[in-house]
């Protein structure tokens, strides 16, 4: 069965590191998309893709990239971890309708 | 910009009875869908149903159904019997029919008392 998979599930780093996120999907989608999403609060998009070479900024990028050389894998790095970015992070890939959704990644900064 | 809006931050219901969850949005386009989404404590996001805009039929899923009033920009969830399993956040999420991305509202909290 196709699936959307994110590694590593938890992740604590400190202030100043760069960390790198992954997020691999088999559906074979275009779009692809990731999101934080804070205590209580809805989710936020970091970057998104619509295509191998295609990133685009989302309302809360700063701070963080993209890049995607294929289809399956759009990796999220974020430069120098700062503690406001604390959270739980979702990649999610969509084709024409709905969004499907990684299991979530919870990462802390120290 | 497209904004989502849920006004209810947290509901509780009985089990077996019915609630319904408020959405309304805000939109200059024509062609989109929109989507309600179920977040159980296990963060998962899981698709409930989904409207495209040009339907004049709401849709159902089981126990869910929806009430879109596309002049309103409304679209409430309805869940009827309610179980213990559906304790979870909901999201209401928009999406224009071109483009991929979608816009979610901050969720609404519901929790089902046995």
């Known amino acids: 069965d196709a699936e959307i998979t994110q590694s590593p599930r938890h992740k604590i780093t400190e202030t100043g590191r760069q960390v790198t996120l992954a ?3 088999t559906w074979n989608h275009n779009n692809m998309f990731w999101y934080r999403q804070d205590l209580g609060h809805g989710l936020r998009l970091i970057h998104y893709s619509y295509g191998v070479q295609d990133t685009n900024k989302g309302e809360v990028s700063d701070g ?3 890049s995607r050389s294929n289809t399956e894998d ?3 790095t974020l430069e120098s971890a700062a503690s406001s970015q604390t959270s739980v992070y979702f990649c999610a890939s969509s084709d024409t309708g709905e969004q499907f959704f990684g ?4 990462l802390t900064v120290l | 910009a497209q904004t989502v809006t849920q006004s209810q931050p947290e509901m509780s219901v009985q089990e077996a009875e019915t609630v319904t969850l408020s959405c309304t949005y805000d939109t200059s386009e024509n062609n989109y869908y929109l989507f309600w989404y179920k977040q159980p404590p ?3 996001m899981i698709l409930v149903i989904r409207q495209e805009a040009y339907k004049q039929q709401n849709a159902t899923e089981n126990r869910f159904s ?3 009033q596309k002049a309103a920009k409304s679209f409430s969830l309805k869940i009827s019997d309610s179980q213990l399993g559906d304790t979870a956040m909901y ?6 029919f071109n483009a991929g991305k979608s816009t979610f509202g901050d969720g609404t909290t519901l929790t089902v008392k046995p």
């Open chain 1, 23 to 25: 997020c691999h999907q």
């Open chain 1, 103 to 106: 299991p979530g990644t919870r």
């Open chain 1, 64 to 66: 963080y990239s993209v």
């Open chain 2, 91 to 96: 999201f209401c999420a928009f999406m224009n």
């Open chain 2, 42 to 44: 296990s963060r998962q």
């Open chain 2, 66 to 68: 929806v009430n879109f």
């Open chain 1, 74 to 76: 759009l990796p999220l």
